[in-house]
């Protein structure tokens, strides 16, 4: 049993510290001031957002970008709120009266083809838009001011065709909410260092963009279209496999995407099962690696310390595994915390660190059994 858990221990360890390296090997993006030359089609898909869409629209209305050289294609995936209003109404009182037209703003409903409802809309989006370069961003995000510009700045420094950015949570103001933000930080200084090390395997699809090109010549979602998630991690999997080169990530404080913890442990339940639905199908192998060594991990201590109850393990074993884990975590973690400049949210950091081996062995079981409720719609794995 000892053996075992160092076995794990020390892949564990290797493989955080190997992802630290690569959060650093990740140069910061320095943004210049250049012409525009990059014009963008943004696709927001959104289904009963009415509560989120005014912050995001009037992160959109201070956006430092040309008027230009962007247009922006709503998808109503079948909203029973008043999404599509507070859209319509917000659209002509803020908009079309600043280097607007209504072939700049587009409201377009999603036409159902599979099983993924966020896949069919951005589909349906990219139909229809008339520019080279796709940004997707959800409705219940907040754009940065200078977002545009450097993307802009990045496609013409680096001519990328995929460009994976920073997204992160804000409004955190519960213990709930900061034990959100440290896992999905996680994620993201994973996703950082898995670019640093050159075997990139996640991105978020809050802060994504491609050229149409790139999407009709992997020929878009086809091939995972029965997985009702998974938008953003299965075409970055197909475009790495076709050219891996072409894909960057874009390190840049100006190209942070902020949006919201879940409300309540219901939500982040369905949520995180949500993502779980989706990994058994990876193609990325490195990715399955990464999420075989983590799962062990946690089952490992919760193992661990189920075996201490019962007399069957000495307590030390466990306090040193555990002391291991999250040095190397808060490793990882306070590099990612810093570029966010969310530092001050460690203070849970100890706290979340002993239930979290605990929720994510609880999400990865029931994942197996139960369906997960998406925006008022059940769907199984």
């Not at 998630?229 to 390190?251: C, E, H, M, R």
């Amino acid at each position: 049993m000892i053996f075992l858990l160092i076995i794990i221990t020390v892949l564990y360890l290797l493989l955080i510290l190997a992802l630290a390296f690569g959060f650093d090997k990740v140069e910061d993006f320095k943004v210049e001031d250049i012409k525009a030359k990059t014009k963008f089609s943004i696709i927001i898909p959104f289904r009963n957002e009415a509560e989120n869409l005014p912050e995001l629209l009037a992160s959109i209305e201070v956006l430092n970008y040309p008027k230009s050289h962007y247009e922006l294609i709503f998808v109503d995936d079948d909203s029973t709120d008043d999404s599509v209003e507070i859209i319509s109404k917000d659209l002509d009182k803020k908009f079309l009266n600043k280097n607007f037209t209504r072939t700049d703003i587009k409201i377009i409903n999603n036409v159902r083809a599979s099983k993924s409802p966020k896949k069919d809309a951005i589909t349906s989006a990219i139909k229809v838009a008339k520019y080279d370069w796709v940004v997707t961003t959800d409705a219940d995000c907040v754009l940065p001011k200078f977002w545009l510009d450097t993307l802009d700045c990045f496609i013409q420094k680096k001519q990328p065709k995929m460009i994976v950015a920073p997204v992160t949570y804000h409004k955190i103001n519960s213990f709930l909410k900061r034990f959100q933000l440290l896992d999905f930080l996680s994620l993201i200084g994973a996703t950082i260092g898995g670019f640093g090390i050159g075997k990139p395997f996640l991105c978020n699809g809050a802060n994504l963009a491609y050229k149409k090109e790139l999407f009709l010549d992997l020929n878009g979602f086809d091939g995972n279209n029965e997985i009702a998630s998974g938008d953003d991690i299965f075409l970055l999997q197909k475009a790495i496999k076709s050219n891996k080169s072409v894909v960057q990530f874009l390190k840049s404080k100006s190209a942070i995407v902020k949006t919201k913890a879940q409300p309540n442990i219901h939500a982040l339940i369905s949520q995180r099962k949500r993502w779980a639905a989706k990994t058994s199908s990876y193609n990325s192998v490195f990715g399955k690696v990464v999420g075989l060594i983590v799962l062990l991990m946690n089952a490992a201590l919760v193992s661990s310390f189920t075996f201490v109850l019962f007399g069957l393990l000495q307590l030390k074993p466990l306090l040193y595994i555990f002391i291991i884990k999250s040095l190397v975590d808060f490793l990882l973690l306070f590099k990612t915390t810093r570029f966010f400049e969310q530092e001050g949210q460690l203070s849970s950091f100890i706290f979340s660190s002993i239930l979290y081996p605990f929720f994510s062995v609880y999400i990865a079981f029931i994942s197996l059994f139960t369906k997960y409720k998406w925006k008022d719609r059940s769907f199984s794995k």
